[in-house]
């Protein structure tokens, strides 16, 4: 059965932390990983990955793929309450239209 | 200029009732899903649906059914409506043969 675990489940740091997001998987016919962030409403997208080792980067938030060991990592560096959020893995396992599975999600919370 | 938009974003109704929610994206996207999340905040895909092929994730109830009249819409009707079906609905687009999913803002449903 395809699936996809991220731990922790639930994360509380201060501002100024930086945090490190796990996301692991098996699916048969991966095409590749993305992360999206939850606050209050819709999924926004963050990244995508589709090869191993590149790092994909956005201000402070960065994340890697390792397709070997089947898992991806996002940080988050120099955290802010902003950042409250939960944030969701996704993997995408081919088929004629892209369909996700997703993880549980991560909720972080930012204390200031 | 909302890229994916549902309504209405709340709705409250009775065990029994038949309801619609609709989803409209401007993006000019080819491919439409609709997507359930729970009160553990568990995003799973219920439907994905291109003008040529309908996907149905097999755990869907048949009360559950999307009609598209054109490639912008996407809504989904919903029959003999259970208390479990009490969950935030989330509709998506994506390009063809893109991983990218842009997500509306979610309709939550409550049937009492």
């Known amino acids: 059965e395809d699936k996809v675990v991220q731990s922790p489940l639930s994360l509380v740091v201060h501002e100024g932390d930086t945090v490190t997001l796990n996301c692991s998987y098996e699916?048969?016919?991966?095409?590749?990983l993305l992360w999206y962030k939850q606050e209050k409403k819709a999924p926004t997208f963050l990244f995508m990955l589709t090869s191993s080792g590149i790092e994909k980067k956005s201000g402070r938030l960065s994340s890697i793929l390792d397709k070997k060991e089947l898992f991806s990592i996002l940080n988050i560096t120099a955290t802010q309450t902003g950042d409250s959020a939960v944030y969701l893995c996704?993997?995408?396992?081919?088929?004629?239209?892209?369909?996700?599975?997703f993880g549980k999600g991560t909720k972080l919370s930012v204390k200031p | 200029d909302t890229a994916v938009s549902q309504t209405p974003k709340y709705l409250v109704t009775q065990m029994g009732n038949d309801k619609s929610i609709k989803c409209e994206q401007n993006l000019g996207h080819d491919t439409m899903y609709w997507y359930k999340q729970d009160s553990k905040k568990f995003l799973k895909i219920m439907f994905s649906y291109n003008n040529k092929e309908l996907i149905i994730n097999e755990t869907v109830p048949n009360r559950f059914s999307p009609k598209s009249p054109d490639k912008a819409h996407l809504n989904l009707h919903i029959n003999s409506l259970e208390l479990g079906d009490s969950a935030v609905y989330f509709c998506?687009?994506?390009?063809?043969?893109?991983?990218?999913?842009?997500f509306g803002a979610g309709t939550r449903l409550s049937v009492l």
């Open positions: 699916v048969t016919n991966f095409r590749s």
């Open positions: 996704a993997v995408n396992y081919g088929g004629s239209q892209g369909n996700l599975i």
């Open positions: 998506a687009s994506s390009q063809p043969g893109s991983s990218i999913q842009y």
